[in-house]
């Protein structure tokens, strides 16, 4: 078989796709049909680290517009994407692909805590590694997070798994005429000031030289094809 295009990667999953057609929480066929492509990418030799939002149960900022304070609010968020790695672990273990999830947060009795040495251990034993609790920190994102925990792991690229196909010129959803980019570079994607990620998971991107895909999660092995180099999805890079 080929070479992977990226021997170790961090797959950032959308924690709103997890949701399916419904408005929140875990649409159980949708996490095991993504638990099936993790495992098929993992099986063409790549190392798989995945890095969970957690938009589907909460959303910090919106909860701070509720009167909850900020911090709380995000602090809640991270605890969503816990949520999240628990059933994703749950769901590649069912279909016999090892998976240890890692958190930001010390919680003995749930996981254990992030550490490089862990996840290059787990990695070697090539089991699927899920990073729970975003950065730990309020005001940040897990795009960010995934972008941050690439570096820190020595992955090649994070691969952003979303509900929209590429970095458009506008939001898609909003602007029918807005045009699809095949690549761009991290200056690009900061200076158009493009919604699909936050700036400052593009700026630690371009600083740390990472290439970044974005593809649509919801196309069926839609990682597989990223790995196999044949995916549809807009490469941002230096
Ligand atoms: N310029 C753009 N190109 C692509 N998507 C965009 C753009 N601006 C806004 N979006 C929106 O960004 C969304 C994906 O980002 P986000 O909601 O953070 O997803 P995720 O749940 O993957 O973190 C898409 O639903 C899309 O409508
Ligand atoms: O390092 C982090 C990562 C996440 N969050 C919080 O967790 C929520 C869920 O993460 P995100 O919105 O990135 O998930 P996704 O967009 O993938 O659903 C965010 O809204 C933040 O409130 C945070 O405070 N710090």
Redesign the pocket.
């Known amino acids: 078989m080929d070479q992977p295009a990226y021997r170790r990667v961090v797959v950032?999953?959308?924690?709103?796709?997890?949701a399916g057609s419904q408005s929140f929480g875990i649409d159980q066929p949708t996490i095991d049909r993504i638990a099936g492509d993790l495992t098929a990418a993992r099986a063409l030799g790549a190392e798989i680290a995945v890095?969970?939002?957690?938009?589907?149960?909460?959303?910090?900022?919106?909860?701070?517009s509720r009167g909850v304070s900020?911090?709380t609010?995000?602090?809640?968020?991270?605890?969503?994407?816990v949520m999240n790695c628990l059933a994703l672990e749950a769901a590649l273990e069912r279909r016999g692909q090892s998976a240890r999830a890692l958190s930001?947060f010390v919680m003995p009795e749930v996981c254990e805590l992030f550490t490089r040495r862990a996840a290059h251990k787990y990695l070697a034993e090539n089991r699927i590694v899920l990073l729970a609790?975003?950065?730990?920190?309020?005001?940040?994102?897990?795009?960010?997070?995934a972008v941050?925990r690439a570096a820190e792991i020595g992955a090649q690229a994070v691969l952003k798994a979303?509900n929209v196909d590429g970095v458009y010129s506008a939001d898609p959803k909003k602007d029918p005429s807005a045009k699809r980019f095949e690549r761009l570079s991290h200056s690009q994607a900061l200076e158009g000031g493009y919604k699909v990620m936050?700036a400052t998971a593009f700026a630690l991107a371009r600083e740390t030289s990472l290439p970044i895909i974005v593809f649509s999660i919801a196309e069926p092995d839609s990682i597989g094809a990223i790995l196999r180099g044949t995916g549809r999805g807009t490469i941002v890079a230096s």
Not at 12 to 18: F, Q
Not at 56 to 64: H, K, L, Q
Not at 73 to 81: F, I, P, R, S
């Open positions: 950032k999953l959308s924690g709103e796709y997890l890095v969970v939002g957690g938009g589907n149960i909460f959303r910090g900022v919106e909860v701070s900020r911090p609010g995000d602090t809640m968020g991270m605890l969503a994407t930001s609790g975003g950065t730990g920190n309020p005001y940040f994102t897990t795009d960010t997070t941050l979303t936050d």
